[in-house]
């Protein structure tokens, strides 16, 4: 693909690498999930499962934010492989000795051994998502780099698909078993291929400050202040986190919603179809960027993504739900990429590893929050609101009643409130002043080390 400039080779060499990583990582993920429920059948344990994974998702980007800006990057990247190699070596020594009647009890000792494990070997893998944007900014060029940020979120896209197909695949065929195979196959050729990947000592050396190594620590204190030393840059970690927030409805009720128009086996397709959206996505923003302001064009893709949550749950259809998810996939790409963009232009770059991880922690808080909230609203006042409540006597009538109708009202309400603060975040001075900063910033220039090699652009846009 002609349209990123700069290292290419090497950008789509860790392209390729995290992505397999992320592929095996997730799989793993979503089959110890369906694998917990096959052999409990216990809901109770299988929330629980989720909502550990993602409170410890936000607890730890902060912490492994410092890790990428006081390391060298790849061989952050080479150690999130490894340590998610060990943490499945160990799982699959679990799985393969421990009688499988142990992991029929939700309160099995070996069982939550094996899902920690699992667990770990994961989200130690989230290093490579945030250190890979670091390396973009010095990897390419600042006019393409947002193309760039699109490739990286068509890698989601595709992981999310494969992830989709071949967890359900390998947990039916045989349970954890051939899913920690694999797991371990890949991560083993992923450090392999890594070994022999080479980035210049530039993108690649640790935090340092005029030539002075910096503190290794994870300086929350020092990486807030970086944050409010950009004009509108807290604001919109602020208003990206309130999205997360009221995403979390997504997260919650989705999959009931979706469940109540069609049966499990049309739902299952149907998402694994949607989630090419993303790849269809990320794929357009690497064609044709983001414009001359990714911070207009992030808010504006908020309006329409609220816009589509309050339009799909107007009328029981499948249609209707399937059009509005697959306009809401394909513009999640643009919405990351746009944040990407912002960050790896405004931030310092010896700082970029740290405000990534903050944002990824302080963003993805919000969602279990309303993940573990909503479920028992939804289940307690929507849904009786609209079945026999006065919700169903005032607007029954034309919007419909029963327990996808409360779930529908939910959802209506959530992408209400989401429409609104996208509008008055476009309106606002925090705005202004971020967009006026991205437009007229210069862009951080990385450290050069004494044997840093430069690389040097020819006409083409091609390396040599």
Request: glycine content about 10%; charged content about 10%; proline content about 4%.
């Amino acid at each position: 693909m002609a349209v990123i400039q700069g290292d290419r080779r090497t950008f789509y060499q860790l392209l390729v690498n995290t992505l397999l990583v992320s592929v095996v990582n997730y799989t793993a993920w979503f089959a110890i999930t369906f694998y917990v429920y096959l052999e409990t059948r216990s809901v109770f344990a299988t929330g629980v499962v989720s909502g550990i994974f993602l409170v410890m998702t936000a607890v730890t980007g902060i912490w492994f934010g410092s890790l990428v800006d006081h390391h060298s990057k790849t061989t952050m990247m080479q150690v999130s492989a490894v340590a998610s190699f060990l943490l499945y070596a160990a799982a699959f020594g679990i799985y393969q000795t421990v009688p499988r009647e142990e992991f029929t009890d939700p309160a099995s000792v070996p069982l939550w051994a094996l899902i920690v494990l699992l667990m770990f070997g994961v989200i130690v893998g989230n290093i490579r998502t945030i250190a890979l944007p670091t390396l973009v900014t010095v990897l390419i060029e600042e006019d393409t780099r947002d193309k760039a940020n699109g490739l990286v979120g068509t890698t989601s896209g595709v992981s999310f698909l494969v992830t989709s197909v071949i967890s359900g695949i390998l947990v039916a065929i045989g349970g954890m078993f051939w899913v920690l195979v694999m797991a371990l196959a890949v991560l083993a050729a992923a450090v392999v291929h890594l070994s022999f990947v080479r980035v210049i000592p530039a993108a690649d050396q640790a935090d340092v400050s005029a030539g002075v190594p910096a503190k290794r620590t994870v300086d929350l204190r020092g990486t807030i202040r970086v944050v409010g030393e950009v004009p509108g840059l807290t604001a919109l970690i602020l208003f990206s986190t309130f999205n997360n927030f009221l995403g979390g409805v997504y997260m919650a009720l989705m999959d009931a919603y979706g469940l109540s128009l069609v049966s499990v086996q049309t739902w299952g397709l149907l998402w694994g179809a949607l989630s090419a959206g993303l790849i269809v996505g990320g794929l357009c923003v690497a064609r044709t960027g983001l414009g001359s302001n990714p911070v207009r064009l992030l808010l504006g893709v908020n309006v329409v993504l609220w816009t589509v949550t309050v339009l799909f749950p107007l009328h029981a259809s499948i249609v209707l739900l399937g059009g509005g998810m697959l306009i809401y996939m394909m513009l999640v790409p643009y919405a990351e990429a746009a944040e990407q963009t912002i960050l790896q232009k405004v931030v310092p770059y010896e700082r970029q590893g740290r405000v990534f991880g903050f944002a990824q922690s302080v963003e993805q808080a919000a969602s279990p929050l309303t993940a573990f909230l909503i479920a028992p609203i939804a289940q307690f006042v929507f849904i009786p609101l609209m079945t026999d409540g006065a919700g169903a006597r005032a607007i029954g009538g034309w919007f419909g009643t029963g327990a996808d109708r409360g779930l529908a009202l939910v959802f209506v309400l959530t992408g209400v409130i989401g429409l609104v603060a996208s509008l008055v975040a476009l309106r606002s001075g925090p705005y202004r002043r971020l967009s006026h900063h991205f437009m007229t910033a210069r862009a951080p220039v990385p450290p050069a080390g004494d044997d840093a090699v430069h690389v040097a652009t020819s006409g083409d846009g091609s390396s040599r």
